[in-house]
């Protein structure tokens, strides 16, 4: 029999946190963001579980597009990180894929025969990829001389510092992208990350980009998932396999990084780093079992943890303990960790099952 380490899949809260995008989103419309196999949650199943809401989907490459289509979906599907070959652009026509072009080397590749329906990378500021708002006009021009202009669906561009509502970076680099695009008003533009949605004022124009909020974590630093309205969707659970009493000055795990002040009434939780935990969660990050949140003790293993039951004592074998889910949010955990709750979402590994209900 398997051990019953779990994430299981809430989708009725990730449909619920995708309408709360869309209705964010005002006269935009939402793609839904599935790239990194969802977030961790399994991308067919998330993609499958918003095919009735989501019109269009964004991946960042070929390969995830693809698990769309195996999933029998047909929405148009934006990679966001664009092709790596010119035959990748044949794929894109043939799929119904819309790459985000975002250098000279993939502009070559085009040709009028082979393009697909695409998005051009403008870079406000990000610094990572796209054309610098100048070299615009002279990416149209070139387009259009090589018959590839039809296809151009619009720009997108992306926000550095939108999770900071303090930061002035997201209306300077939405008064560049305006300033850029002006010239070109029947094109569809797209800015809007998760953090953009919950920025007062801020326009998402023709189609916003919602990814971590659809998962129910937050993307705004200070501010909960909760306290923005989100549900969250996977709860990552393990039995807890053994229950004993330590006494005072007795350590526990690795490095003997906890030891008791007092007799304590402690557990061990099947789940560790190589199920995706993150390593650096040390003593007093939270978890909960039986209803109750709980701490851990010690250093995470690659295949346990510890866990504090001295405020539950009812605790035994067998019971299953929550990680992160309704009772303790995946971002507490991260910030324990020293991290966001992306790289615990997307970090799960293969060998935990993902359970969808």
Not at 69 to 77: E, I, K, S, Y
Not at 147 to 154: A, D, N, T, Y
Not at 273 to 298: E, N, S, W
């Amino acid at each position: 029999m398997p051990r019953s380490t779990v994430a299981r899949i809430n989708l009725e809260a990730l449909r619920y946190n995708f309408r709360v995008a869309q209705a964010r989103a005002g006269t935009a419309q939402a793609m839904a963001v599935v790239k990194a196999d969802g977030y961790g949650h399994g991308i067919r199943s998330v993609a499958k579980a918003l095919a009735s809401q989501a019109s269009k989907f964004a991946v960042a490459c070929l390969e995830e597009a693809l698990e769309i289509r195996a999933a029998g979906l047909d929405q148009p599907v934006v990679m966001l990180q664009g092709v790596h070959s010119p035959q990748d652009l044949d794929v894109c026509r043939q799929q119904g894929f819309e790459p985000v072009l975002h250098n000279r080397a993939q502009l070559e590749w085009l040709t009028a025969a082979s393009a697909p329906l695409f998005w051009l990378k403008v870079n406000t500021g990000m610094n990572r990829l796209g054309f610098r708002p100048d070299d615009l006009s002279l990416v149209l021009g070139e387009l259009e001389s090589a018959g590839c202009r039809i296809p151009v669906q619009g720009f997108v561009t992306h926000f550095a510092c939108a999770d900071d509502t303090t930061s002035p970076m997201t209306v300077e680099q939405t008064r560049i992208f305006e300033r850029a695009t002006a010239a070109w008003p029947e094109l569809m533009r797209s800015v809007g990350n998760s953090a953009a949605h919950f920025l007062p004022g801020q326009p998402l124009y023709d189609w916003s980009r919602p990814g971590i909020m659809l998962y129910g974590a937050s993307p705004v630093i200070g501010t909960t998932a909760k306290e923005l309205g989100l549900r969250p969707v996977m709860t990552l659970e393990a039995p807890l396999i053994t229950t004993r009493v330590v006494g005072p000055g007795e350590s526990i795990g690795y490095g003997s990084s906890w030891v008791a002040d007092t007799e304590t009434r402690m557990g061990m939780v099947a789940v560790g780093y190589g199920d995706g935990y993150p390593r650096h969660a040390g003593t007093g990050t939270p978890a909960a079992v039986r209803g109750q949140r709980i701490r851990l003790l010690g250093r995470v293993s690659m295949d346990m943890l510890a866990v504090d039951l001295s405020q539950v004592p009812e605790a035994k074998e067998g019971d299953r303990v929550e990680l992160w889910g309704e009772q303790v949010s995946v971002d507490e955990v991260a910030s324990c960790a020293g991290t966001i709750g992306y790289e615990l979402l997307t970090g799960v590994t293969a060998r935990v099952p993902r359970v969808c209900q």
